[in-house]
């Protein structure tokens, strides 16, 4: 079965930092691009990273655009966001997906950025 699970949220000051990993397993993880979500509290889920299979390409929306980077590691089927210069508007619920065809939702890992 299919899965994904999020991990290394927490609790974090203003313009702090975080690495978020995501450990996939039960289908080919290289051969999908993968991404990077949130979802704050109201609001819809947005897709805020992406990364093609293989890691060539890279791609970050404008809200954290030169703050935050995707990568990936195929050998070990994880991927990976560093957050740098985090801000309250951060806060969120952060999911992995594949890009395409999705997969079920994890649980999600919840970072909150707070003074």
């Known amino acids: 079965e299919a899965q994904l699970v999020e991990s290394g949220g927490g609790l974090v000051q203003p313009g702090g930092s975080l690495r978020l990993s995501c450990a996939a397993s039960?289908?080919?993880?290289?051969?999908?691009?993968m991404g990077w979500y949130r979802q704050a509290p109201g609001k819809e889920r947005e897709r805020v990273a992406a990364?093609?299979?293989?890691?060539?390409?890279?791609a970050t929306t404008d809200p954290v655009k030169g703050r935050f980077t995707i990568s990936r590691d195929d050998t070990k089927n994880m991927v990976y966001l560093q957050m740098n210069s985090l801000k309250p508007e951060d806060t969120a619920l952060y999911y992995c997906?594949?890009?395409?065809?999705?997969?079920?939702w994890g649980q999600g890992t919840q970072v909150t950025v707070s003074a």
């Open positions: 997906n594949r890009l395409g065809v999705q997969l079920s």
């Open positions: 039960g289908f080919a993880f290289s051969w999908y691009g």
């Open positions: 990364i093609t299979k293989g890691g060539t390409d890279t």
